[in-house]
């Protein structure tokens, strides 16, 4: 997920909560602070929440498939700063009937200002609601019309089971304003109820645990969640389909469509396990439960990590769990993401690169240090991939986004995730990985629950781990991570022997020899990914039916190898492969898969342009926003 860039203030402590460890489920919520420091200014929110923030959000919504939207009531609790008359929303095309002061026990209508400046950003909505108590509460009677951004209906068609529709929606970064009229800045921690209605026999499911029985109202359902921790906004998240559960241990399980739940549920099954080692190396799981659902193939992302249910796309079903480390990550953002948020966009690294290098961790502990260093070293590919065609001294290459990078989608996956897991790793080989981790467990002890910013790690890192040592401040150059564009110098870089057997086979290859068809078959899932990566990217039409036929790249059901097959054969301008690239990318949603084919395809000449314009014509309605709007960039010219 790409992100921000943002202008970011320093350091000033962070008066969040101060109770910082809840591991029990039924603990009551902690109450989030009125002020916040500015570490916590969000630029692409309206909300003021030093004079008025909203601590907890009470949904009472119904869904409806025909018009696709959404209906009912937002009842919010706000904290006013003394003499504060108004409370500053977020909201992006929302139809704001009325909006009713509940603080004392006469309902009274209250004035709304809802400037319409239709950008990015949406609109802020002012509730006026005058003098009156630190406490509020305002409900807000509210429709989020169809079109709304965060939110994808899908068509029976486009599920596995073609029978009944499906929603999801898909907050991060910004977009949870079009259905929830609330503040929608990560720093802005809320808890959350939500009672949804659904037509039968749709399954609601939320990013919270569920309370109570479902409630039966005829043709329709109620289904009630609860968060009692407090949780970034966007981390509301809500699925609704013909689903259904299966257990994989005591307080894991997955989500899926009826039809995909046995695969989903067999590249799942070590999640429990994932979850005993996460905590193992990093503390507690401090969510009660661990689910996820397996979506349909539109979801725009690989994963979202919404708290107690992950999201997740279908297109890491391999069949033989190797691309499971996807699991890993959204697991890994319980701690980094969720427990410990980044206070706005500009340091997402926060968020992306400590759980890329969480995510390994995991996987080494599960599976072996063999796989663990073919994928880090994949990423450090991913890295200098990214560095190098931005340029080394690109101020977007820097892990903090400075100001002046512009909007919410901006940062590149190869500098906030993988440089981000690169620089935690140099920091653990410099310092020795039981010091790394006793720092980085009690960074996310300490910092539980609240928003933080690359000055407050910067600041903790310092004092927790560098201790004055000015020698080890010297190797460290944390600064240099931090806010300098390119790779520093002390990178810690990637075990040379991981892919040694495969370079030698893409050398051969490249030379002429045959393909190494015998080796492919006992390559794991990174191995062959990086050998499609080190091919000749120039290839003929018979090279890419022999490569084809021999490898078996149409055929394969690892969808990291089909795309990578499929992109090195649209870059060559390959017509055999255009059927199957076509009917991929009516499929799959999935923003890293879609919008690079359709990029491959605009600088392919006139040959590729208009087959990117042809199948974007049909394609376009299946997407999602977020993967919808990255396409009208490429096909747009930009990027
Ligand atoms: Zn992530």
Redesign the pocket.
Known sequence: ?RRIAAALMLPASLSACASVDATQDNRPAMVAPVLTSADASDPFSYARPQEARVTRVDLDLALDFATKTVSGTATLDVLAKPGTNAVVLDSKGLEIRSVTDLTTGTPRPLVVTAARRDDDKGSPVVVGFGPGPEKRRIAIAYTAPAGAEALQWLAPEQTAGKVHPFLFSQGQPTLNRTWIPTQDSPGIRQTWRARITAPKPLTVVMSGLKVGETEDLGDRRAFTFEMTKPVAPYLIAIAAGDIAFQALGPRTGVWAEPATLKAAAYETADTEKMVAVAEKLYGPYRWGRYDMIVLPPAFPY????NPTLTFLTPTFIAGDRSLNGLVA??L??SWS?NLVTNANWADSWL??GV??YFENRIVEALYGPRRARQEAALSFADMETDIAEAGATNPETALHLPEGVAGPEAGLTGVI?DKGAVFMRTIEQTVGRTRFDDWLRQWFDNHAFQPATSAMILEDLNRNLVRGDTALANRLMLEDWIYKPGIPANAAQPDPAAFAEVDAAAARYAAGDATPEAAWVGWTTAERMRFMAKVPQDRSATQLASLDRALGLSRTGNNEVLFLWLKLALANRYDPALPLAERFLSTVGRRKFVAPLFETLMGEGEWGRAQAKRIYAKTRSSYHAVTSSAVDKVLAGGK
């Open positions: 997920m690989g994963g979202m990590e990550h959204e890994a953002h993401g968020n992306e759980t890329s995730y």
